[in-house]
């Protein structure tokens, strides 16, 4: 049997741009050397055999959160489809805030996430600050050609003096000195010859500027840290607004595919670009930027700023907590790549921002388990069952499919035995309408075993119920002839006691009860969700070995995986990625 035809990507805006830019042969003359540099570096070099070049540009100041994704399957699939490259790049001109160990994380996730940045042979993996050196030799050439001032006021001045969305800004002092003075002040801040804040170099375009990213915008600064790669070289680092068209234009990107936040800056990006050219220093055809809808998803915070102290305050146990909206801790939690890529894919790519429901995202993941996912049993809250009249000592197995969507999977075997775990929830002392489970009287089916008939009960000395005690009819048992002579509503699930594996579950849900946690006027922290953890010690069907990031469906409970970090066969540790519907359809 041939399988059906993948069916060709949803089309976009995005999309329709790239198909224009190449029936027009927009970048047809790019040139690639293999190693970014300045125009006469791409002057023999060979035509560019990437049709298009992306890339996804984060900074190494935390771990990856859901939010990147969207832009890692976007940059990365568009490359793909189109027969490009897509680069991964890290922006680290902050070294206040960036450290190796997130270099390795986003390294990873992206990895995990199925994308590669290689090319043909090119390893196209960059950082900002392999850039440090052209970006300084372009910036003298912009104050050189007039373009770019050492301003010496305060940081506090130039706030003051930019103006407003409806103020013009005013002039600085230092606006209208010599190339030759700025060009030496900027030497000497590249020198360390002065102290963080003292001055910073602005590009020169328009203080009266209705666009307010236009106003004579900040291209270096002193900050005397040093940096992850680089060390104490540098004590000037750019902008990121400077620094991010430049890198694009080195690196030979066609489409700068950014979120919407950026669009305001879209006019200095080809400013620099423009000037740069027109200097000599950049080789056309130029980058364009584009932008998209960001993902803002509901229950879920996204700064890497509150993340992180989320992390350094203990309320999470680290970047990769299950609970956490980063990769790292849906990974954890039990999440897969090609969910996360479902996920993605179904938001699809607009110019308009929303925001999206996190229940899409926990469907995107169901969707993609239930076809694969082995099923088992588990009990997470056990009641003890005894089937009175079942012999002592005996044990017979009883069978179940693997995945009852995958019948060529075959079928699973545990035994059943006279004493039972099953749910506490299982049973009711006084059952409320429409209950069909066990209570006193009533008959239900041991799921893929007998038809059991509840005939009492035991309390403790607290009056909660210890024990349930039932008669099982023995012409009943699920796949024999006489399954189906007595009929009963009820179906609950179970474990032998005796060969039950026990475990340790987590039950993980949202880290906020809020769907907007980070909403004009609240304070983030108060919309934690104090019921997103629950530690239950539980029972597994036997035969169910806890191997890390094994994934099942455990039968009327969700989806579970088996923690990559702490569990093992011998003592399994359980993390419940996902309930098997929404639990959360009545909150909205």
């Not at 740069?276 to 998209?292: S, V």
């Not at 209570?439 to 799921?447: A, D, I, M, Q, S």
């Not at 607290?462 to 189906?484: F, I, N, R, W």
Request: net charge negative.
């Amino acid at each position: 049997m041939t399988s059906a035809p993948t069916p060709p990507p949803a089309s976009n805006f995005l999309r329709t741009i790239i198909d224009s830019d190449l029936a027009q042969g927009r970048y047809a003359g790019k040139r690639w050397a293999g190693k970014p540099g300045p125009a006469d570096v791409h002057a023999d070099a060979p035509a560019d055999t990437a049709r298009i070049r992306t890339r996804f540009p984060p900074e190494p100041n935390g771990y990856l959160h859901i939010g990147h994704a969207k832009s890692i399957c976007l940059n990365f699939g568009l490359a793909q489809d189109y027969g490009g490259a897509c680069h991964l790049r890290f922006d680290d001109t902050n070294p206040e805030k960036e450290e190796d160990e997130y270099v390795r994380a986003i390294i990873e996730m992206v990895r995990w996430l199925g994308f590669d940045w290689r090319f043909n042979g090119e390893d196209n993996c960059y950082f900002a600050s392999d850039y440090f050196d052209f970006m300084y030799g372009f910036a003298e050439a912009l104050v050189q050609a007039g373009h770019a001032y050492v301003d010496e006021q305060s940081p506090e001045e130039m706030r003051a003096s930019r103006g407003t969305l409806t103020e013009k800004g005013v002039n600085s002092s230092w606006r209208s000195r010599p190339a030759e003075e700025s060009l030496l002040r900027l030497r000497e801040m590249r020198d360390g010859k002065h102290p963080d804040g003292s001055m910073a170099l602005r590009a020169r375009i328009d203080m009266g500027s209705p666009n307010i990213n236009l106003r004579d915008p900040v291209l270096y600064r002193i900050r005397h840290t040093p940096h992850h790669r680089t060390g104490s070289t540098w004590c000037i680092y750019p902008m990121y607004a400077w620094a991010h068209p430049v890198e694009d234009a080195l690196e030979g990107i066609t489409h700068s595919i950014c979120t919407l936040e950026f669009e305001d800056q879209r006019p200095f990006y080809d400013w620099i670009l423009e000037r740069l050219a027109e200097l000599g220093q950049l080789a056309r055809p130029l980058p364009h930027q584009h932008e998209f809808a960001r993902l803002n998803l509901s229950y879920v915070v996204t700064s890497k700023r509150k993340l992180l102290q989320l992390v350094r305050e203990g309320r999470v146990s680290g970047w990769d907590d299950p609970r956490m909206p980063t990769l790292a801790g849906l990974r954890r939690r039990g999440y897969t790549p090609s969910a996360i890529r479902l996920f993605c894919e179904r938001l699809g790519v607009s110019k308009a921002d929303s925001r999206i429901d996190y229940s899409i995202l926990e469907q995107a993941l169901r969707d993609d388990l239930d076809p694969v996912a082995p099923r088992a049993v588990a009990v997470l809250d056990p009641l003890k069952l005894v089937l009175t009249n079942y012999p002592e000592g005996q044990t017979e197995l009883c069978h179940a499919p693997r995945n009852p969507h995958a019948p060529e999977a075959g079928s699973r075997e545990f035994p059943l035995s006279r004493e039972l775990w099953i749910e506490r929830d299982d049973f009711r002392e006084d059952p409320p309408k429409k209950y069909f489970r066990l209570f006193p009287g009533n008959t239900v089916r041991l799921k893929y075993g007998y038809i059991v008939r509840c005939t009492g009960f035991v309390k403790d000395d607290s009056g909660q119920v210890t024990e349930v005690h039932a008669e099982y009819l023995p012409d009943t048992k699920s796949g024999t002839p006489g399954a189906d002579s007595v009929k009963v509503k009820g179906n609950i699930t179970w474990v032998s006691a005796a060969h039950a594996v026990p475990a340790e579950v987590r039950l993980y849900d949202r880290l906020f009860n809020d769907a907007h946690p980070d909403g004009a006027g609240k304070d983030f922290l108060d919309a934690l969700n104090p019921d997103s953890c629950h530690v239950r010690q539980g029972w597994l069907e036997p035969g169910t070995r806890a191997e890390p990031e094994t994934v099942w469906q455990f039968e009327r409970l969700g989806y579970f995986v088996a923690d990559r970090e702490l569990s093992t066969p011998e003592k399994p540790i359980i993390n419940r990625a996902i309930t098997l519907k929404d639990s959360w359809a009545h909150v909205k």
